[in-house]
C-alpha cells in the first residue's frame, strides 16, 4: 500500500516544501558556483529511471566545463584535477544533489530508491535487472547508498539495490534517510577516480 499510493505523494509534497526552504542555499550555492569557474551552474546527464525510461538528471555544477561528460567520477584517472573549489565542497557534503528535488517533483526519482546509472552503465543496469530494482524509481539517496556507496562493487550495489526494490516501506524509507545523515555527516563511501581492485569491498 506505501509503495503504490502513499510513497509518491509524500515524494512531491517532501521536495516542494525543501526547494521553498531550501531557496536560499540554491541562491546562495548559485551564485558561488559563477563566481568560483566558467560555465552553467545546472550540470545535466542522461540518466536511467524506473523501467529503465531515461531522463535528465539535475545536479549543481562541480567540475569544470572540459570534464569528460558520461565518465563516472570514481572512474577516472585523475577526477581532483577538474573538480573546481565551489565542487570540491558540494560534493563532501552532498549538496551537488539538492536539485535532484526537481526531478522528484517531475516524477523521474523519489527521495530514496536506488541511485539513477548513466545510461551507459551497461554492466550495473544489467546486474539492477537480475534483482528487478530497474522497476522502482532511483532516488536522491539509497539503501546502497549507506552500504558502502561508491566503495560496493557492482554485484554488491545491484544486491542492495535489490533488496530495498523488494521490500519497499516506509520504515526502510526513513531507515535509509537518516543512514544518509550519518554518511554525509562522516563523509563515508565517497571515492574520487579509480581504485585498486583490492581496495574495494568486493
Known sequence: MYARYIKRPLDLILSLISLILLSPLFLG??????????GPVFFRQKRVGKGKKLFMIYKFRSMRNDTPHDTPTHLMKNPNSYITKSGSLLRKTSLDELPQL?????????????????????????????????????????????????RLSIPKKAK?????????????????IFGTFSYVLHQRGIVEGTQDDNSKDN
Not at 542492495?160 to 535509509?176: Q, T
Open 29 to 38: 550555492i548559485s551564485v558561488w558556483i559563477k563566481l568560483d569557474s566558467k
Open 102 to 150: 526537481l526531478n522528484i517533483i517531475r516524477g523521474d526519482m523519489s527521495i530514496v530508491g536506488p541511485r539513477p546509472a548513466l545510461y551507459n552503465q551497461d554492466d550495473l543496469i544489467a546486474e539492477r535487472d537480475k534483482w528487478h530494482a530497474n522497476d522502482v524509481r532511483p532516488g536522491l539517496t539509497g539503501w546502497a547508498q549507506i552500504n558502502g556507496r561508491d
Open 160 to 176: 542492495f539495490d535489490g533488496e530495498y526494490a523488494a521490500n519497499v516501506s516506509f520504515r526502510f524509507d526513513l531507515r535509509c
